[in-house]
Every structure is written in C-alpha cells, then in structure tokens.
C-alpha cells in the first residue's frame, strides 16, 4: 500500500482521470514519456515500473485539491477544472496552490455562453437580470464582471443545457466541443468564457529534492513526446538537378538533410515535417522527380 508522505515521499506521484475523457489519452502520453505501471489491487494505485514514478486514479475534479494537499505531486486535468479551483480559492482568500504547467494538445473544448435559438443576441448586455445555468460558477462571474454584466448565477451539477426547457434559467454557461449537445436542446452559443484543454497541472513553486528531479525528467520527456507527436520524417531520393523544383515543394520550413547515395549521382534526402503529409503533397513532389518517397512517425525527439 502507498504511503500518503507527503515531504518524504521520494517517489514521484502523479494524478490523472480514472475514467473519462482524459483518462486514455493522458496514459498514452505519460506511456510516450517511457513510463509504465504495476496496477495494484485496487486498481486506484499503479506503481511505476520503469521509473519512481506513481499514478493515482481519481475523479478530475479531485486533481487541483490533491495538489493543494501534496496528496500528490502532478495531475492531468482540464484547464476548465483548474481555472475553476484556482477562481474558487481566490475567492475565498485562499492563496493559489497549484498552476498550469503545461497545455497538453488533447481535450480541446471551450467553455460558452448559449442563449436559446429564438433570442437575437444583441451582446452580453442582454443577460442582465436574466439566470445563467452552470457548472463553473466561479469563471462565469468573473466573466459577467468583465462584462459589467449584473446576471443571476444558477448552479447544476450536470445536465446544464436542458434548465432552459425546465424553466430554472433563461441560459446557460457550459462545455462545447461538437456544439450537438446545444443543438439538441434549441440553444446557440454567443460568447466563450474560456478555451480549455487538458494540461499538466502542478503546484506553484518548482518541486524540490528527489521529486524535482523526476518531474525535470518527466517535463523533458513530455516536451519531447508533445513536440513529436504530429511529426513525420519525410524520405525519398532525387537526382541534384531537381532539388531547385523539389525544395520549394516540402511541407516544411525546415532544412532538408541531403546524403550521396553511394554507388551513383543520385541524393537522398530527409526532412522532418511538423504535421502530416497529404497524399497531393507527396504525387507534387514525385512530378518533380522524387523517387522512393517513404513517410514516416517520429516517435522520439531529444534536442
Ligand atoms: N465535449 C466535452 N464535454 C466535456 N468535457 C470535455 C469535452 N471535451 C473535452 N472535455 C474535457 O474533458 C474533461 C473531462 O470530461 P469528462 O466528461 O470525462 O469529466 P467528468 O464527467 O467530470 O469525469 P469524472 O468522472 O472524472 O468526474 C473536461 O473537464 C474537459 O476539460
Ligand atoms: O458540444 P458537445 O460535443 O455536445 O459536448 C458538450 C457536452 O459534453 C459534456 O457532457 P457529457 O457528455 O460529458 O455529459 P455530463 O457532463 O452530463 O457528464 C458537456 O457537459 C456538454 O454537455
Ligand atoms: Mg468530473
């Protein structure tokens, strides 16, 4: 059984989604970064096998808290969650004990107003005096305050979008990804209180000792995976004449690596791209005299 040190914890502990959205994809990340785990019994602690580093699986809603408390060291959160806690201590007087420390390129949603279809929307304004149905009651004042807006605040747990139709609020605040959960409940969205995403939350001040080396290490790794994780090494062969047609026509601003192919007069070349080849790009360069061409995913990069 882990222990719940907090100071003397010489391993690193790590919070991420049980299950959910985030859960899967924040394992597939932490796996890039050359992790994997012993999943104990209860299946809510998984030792880390090829590092001293731990994970803990809980509600995301937990992470910020667990953080605060030391319970754990990092978390892979929404930045929604987070800028919620983080509003909510502030108001309360608290001081902030945790912060974004990396947006992570997964979980994109943005958290919107929406009004019902039938309302021309004229601009925040028109939501003075009216009720506002969230789950984030924290961003949406702050919100409403930057807007000079004086509205009234609903809090729901869940299932924001239907309290129009059930009469509890004129509007509401909540996530949007597709947009087809709006749809379905007649409402538009008319303004974005925040543009969130997954991200690496940590505490405020660097972690120290044993544990700021491991996550130093982690960081490292995690801008490694991030940086390759849309990148393709792109390879063919061409004759020299054609490199003036063929450079112009790569899908990146980076310099190409070109070789001698032993043997003969031809070149081969290499060039990292930062995201992926379409098809048309490829045939364009074959036009221009590239044989051989060969795409491939970079699974690791160390500046
Ligand atoms: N369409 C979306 N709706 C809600 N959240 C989204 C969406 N797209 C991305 N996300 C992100 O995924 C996070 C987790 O969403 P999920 O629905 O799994 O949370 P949850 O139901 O609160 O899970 P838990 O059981 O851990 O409390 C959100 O906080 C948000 O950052
Ligand atoms: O724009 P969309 O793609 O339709 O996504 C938005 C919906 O997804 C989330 O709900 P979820 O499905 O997680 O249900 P819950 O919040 O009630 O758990 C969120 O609270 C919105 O209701
Ligand atoms: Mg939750």
């Known amino acids: 059984m882990p222990t719940n040190g907090r100071?003397?914890?010489e391993r690193l502990r790590i919070a991420i989604q049980k299950s959910g959205r985030l859960a899967e994809p924040a394992r597939t990340l932490l796996s890039a970064c050359g992790l994997d785990w012993r999943v104990q019994g209860d299946r809510l602690f998984c030792h880390g096998e090829s590092l001293p580093v731990d994970l803990l699986l809980v509600r995301d809603d937990d992470i910020p808290?667990?953080?605060a408390d030391q319970v754990c060291d990092l978390g892979f959160v929404g930045r929604n969650v987070l800028a919620e806690q983080d509003g909510e201590r502030r108001a309360s007087g608290q001081p902030s004990a945790f912060r974004e420390w990396r947006a992570l390129g997964f979980g994109a949603c943005r958290l919107a107003l929406a009004v019902p279809d039938g309302w021309q929307w004229t601009g925040p304004g028109q939501l003075a005096g009216r009720r506002i149905a969230t789950?984030?009651?924290v961003l949406l004042r702050e919100w409403l305050a930057r807007e000079g807006v004086d509205a009234d605040v609903v809090r729901l747990s869940g299932s924001v979008e239907i309290a129009p139709?059930?009469?509890q609020a004129d509007a509401v605040c909540d996530l949007v990804s597709s947009g087809a959960t709006l749809a379905a409940n007649q409402l538009k969205p008319v303004a974005t209180v925040l543009e969130s995403e997954a991200v690496l939350a940590g505490p405020?001040?660097?972690l120290e000792g044993v544990r700021g080396e491991l996550a130093g290490l982690l960081l490292r790794r995690l801008d490694g995976a991030l940086q390759v994780r849309n990148t393709r090494l792109l390879m063919f062969q061409a004759s020299r004449d054609a490199l003036p047609d063929l450079l112009p026509l790569l899908p990146t601003s980076q310099t190409p690596t070109v070789m001698?192919?032993?043997?003969g007069d031809r070149l081969a070349l290499q060039a990292l791209c930062g995201s992926a080849v379409t098809w048309q790009q490829l045939e364009a360069?074959?036009?221009a005299g590239a044989s051989g061409l060969m795409v491939l995913p970079v699974e690791g990069m160390l500046a």
């Open 204 to 206: 405020v001040e660097p």
């Open 65 to 67: 808290g667990l953080i």
């Open 165 to 167: 139709r059930l009469g």
């Open 135 to 137: 789950s984030y009651p």
């Open 7 to 9: 100071a003397e914890r």
């Open 260 to 263: 001698p192919v032993e043997g």
């Open 285 to 287: 360069l074959k036009r």
